[in-house]
């Protein structure tokens, strides 16, 4: 109750933040403006055996995923995203792994890549070095830009389910080569990262009763279950054949990923290649990038 009161709204904020201190599969954190919903989730996690809590500031502002690759010294940014917690739409119900991204930001303030990594990536980076455990590899920063300033949300060693699908298709550069070049001290040596024009939308498809108790076995049809058409593509994350027929077989099964002019164009392609699916037992949030394509997000300041 205690930490409640002190990061809650009686304090000024909007919201309680409690989280699950342990995996949870993205979906150990509760945000509400409802204590009695903070308090519950709260016991849940103590009851759990060694279970742990943290009760954390509520961040205001747009999130940010950015990826880093670095060889232990030099860091390079992949193209920023935003991603979508939230099962429902318009940011509502349960935090999820993710029910999708979007990039680029047209909403992203100038000079925001750079700022992410003078002030995040390169200390971060420069403190493992000076421990003498230099990190190697994928950096992933979670980051919301608040009316306070950039906040670290969270970090992550692996590039991150749904932004990476949206990132990576706009890749032009050969990614084995840039990791490569990580892994073996050279990524200063490598040329910048040549990037698609335009914008890449990935929409997630769960099955029923995610991010609960999710609805396994259900029976998924399409055209695009095995292969691309143009700049648009499916992957799979919770699938499995049954004899012939592929199923269902977790939270998360499919992500729709389309590419296009902009987002207006990305998003038609990603909804257009799930209106063509039959998956009755699968759900998708029909808003991802919509406020963005609309330019509905304000710009925040750094």
């Not at 950039?150 to 840039?178: I, Y």
């Not at 609805?215 to 292969?227: E, S």
């Not at 009755?280 to 991802?288: A, G, K």
Request: net charge negative.
């Amino acid at each position: 109750d205690a930490a409640l009161d002190r990061f809650g709204p009686p304090a000024g904020q909007q919201a309680w933040v409690v989280k699950d201190d342990g995996l949870a599969a993205g979906k150990g954190v509760v945000v509400s403006a409802d204590r009695a919903q903070a308090l519950d989730h709260a016991r849940e996690c103590l009851a759990k055996p060694d279970g742990a809590v943290v009760v954390e500031e509520y961040l205001d502002g747009p999130e940010v995923s950015l990826f880093a690759i670095t060889d232990g010294h030099t860091a390079l940014p992949l193209q920023p995203a935003q991603d979508f917690k939230r099962v429902g739409d318009g940011d509502t119900g349960p935090n999820t792994g993710g029910m999708g991204a979007y990039t680029p930001l047209p909403w992203a303030p100038e000079g925001l890549v750079e700022a992410i990594m003078a002030d995040v990536v390169a200390p971060t980076i420069a403190e493992m070095a000076r421990r003498g455990t230099p990190f190697v590899g994928l950096l992933y920063a979670g980051l919301a830009l608040t009316s306070r300033g950039l906040r670290v949300v969270e970090f992550n060693a692996r590039f991150g389910d749904p932004e990476t699908q949206a990132v990576l298709s706009l890749l032009e550069s050969p990614l084995g080569q840039v990791l490569h070049a990580a892994a073996t001290g050279r990524l200063a040596s490598i040329e910048p990262l040549r990037w698609r024009d335009g914008a890449a939308v990935i929409v997630v498809l769960a099955a029923d009763g995610y991010p609960g108790t999710p609805v396994l076995g259900g029976a998924l049809a399409g055209p695009l279950l095995d292969g691309r058409d143009g700049d648009v593509h499916l992957v799979h994350a919770g699938t499995r054949l049954e004899g012939d027929v592929l199923v269902a077989s977790g939270g998360r099964v499919l992500g729709a990923v389309a590419r296009g002019g902009n987002l207006d164009a990305a998003r038609a392609a990603a909804y257009a290649a799930i209106s063509d699916l039959d998956a009755p037992s699968l759900f998708h949030r029909r808003d991802i990038a919509e406020r963005a394509a609309q330019g509905l997000i304000e710009r925040p300041s750094l």
